[in-house]
Every structure is written in structure tokens, then in C-alpha cells.
């Protein structure tokens, strides 16, 4: 049976319907894919982004705060330096009113005379040897043989040991020394040192 003008234009119209909406439908379809690719990129390179940001500002805080231990280290040391140097100041005037004073120990013979023998007695203990050679002023010679009579019975009770002691009259410390003595062994190679400027120094380290 043929078909009518009529007919061959109704299917052509239908086949066109078909095809504009395929059409239609495939845009749609590409529009909603575009569209859903659009949001995933955007979300990945916001994500990016922020993650940069965050990554940005860590490193910065981290920046801000080792700054600032750097700055209180450096505050901390600068004040721990202060408090050094005043305690140095204040331990250099006190030995050097303590130095003044030691010349003033030896215009006292009671004191000097007692301080004597608390002095040579000591030098006995540390040497702990059977002879014993004391120098000592010139002008103490006198004060430093009455210290060693008195002590040389207490040492011998005091170690079960004789001992011999010696004056040195022929080399005597400095006269400008503030006072004490300095004791050796018998050949000289074992030496204490018991003058008031030694045990003020050994003070000094002790402080220090």
C-alpha cells in the first residue's frame, strides 16, 4: 500500500521528534556530566588550596614559634649572664676587701700568733711527712717557732709519728705578702702552701 504525501511527512516529523529529543537528551546528559566533573575539580582544587593554606599557616605558626623559643633562649641567657657578672662583681669586691684586710691580720700578734699555729699544724696533717722544712717571713720567724713547739707534741700524739721541723732561715717569703707560711718535705718536692693570700684564693675558688 503506498504511503500518502501525507504519511511520508507525519513519519519524517516523528523521526525528527525522535532525534531532537535523543538529542536533547544526550545534551543533557553531557551538560550533567560536564556539570559533575565541574563540581569534582572545584572541590579537588578548593581541597588543594586549602590544604595549601593549612600547610601555609602550620609552617608560619611553626616559624612564629621556634622565633619566639629562639627569642626567650636568648633573653634567658642575656639574664643568666647578668646574674653571673654580678655575682662575679660582687665575689671580686668581697676578695678584694677581703685582700685589704689580710694586711691588717698580721699588725695584730695575738690573732696572726693563734692563726699561726692553726696554720702550721694544718701544713703538718696535708704533708704527713717525718721532716718538715717552714718558710715563712722574716719578720715571723719568732711567731712561726713558737707555733711549731706547740704543735709538734699534738701531731705526734695525734699520728703515732715523730717528726723533725726545720725553719728556713735563709730564703723567706716576700715581705710584702700578707702573712702565713709555705712548707715542703725534706727534699723539696712536696710543697703546702698555707699563707693568707693561698687560703684566700683557695676560698675564692671554693666560692666560685
Known sequence: MALTDADVQKQIKHMMAFIEQEANEKVEEIDAKAEEEFNIEKGRLVQTHRVKIMQYYEKKEKQIDQHKKIQMSNLLNQARLKVLKARDDMISDLLNEARQRLAEIAKDPESYSSLLVGLVLQGF???????????????????????????????????????????????????????????????????????LESRLELMAHQVE
Open 125 to 195: 696533717y696535708r704533708l704527713l711527712e717525718p721532716k718538715v722544712t717552714v718558710r715563712c717571713r722574716k719578720q715571723d720567724v719568732e711567731m712561726v717557732q713558737a707555733a711549731v713547739t706547740k704543735n709538734i707534741p699534738i701531731y705526734k700524739e695525734a699520728v703515732k709519728s715523730n717528726i723533725e721541723v726545720r725553719i728556713d732561715l735563709e730564703r723567706f717569703l716576700p715581705s710584702d705578702i700578707c702573712g702565713g707560711v709555705e712548707m715542703y718535705n725534706d727534699n723539696g718536692k712536696i710543697k703546702v702552701s698555707n699563707t
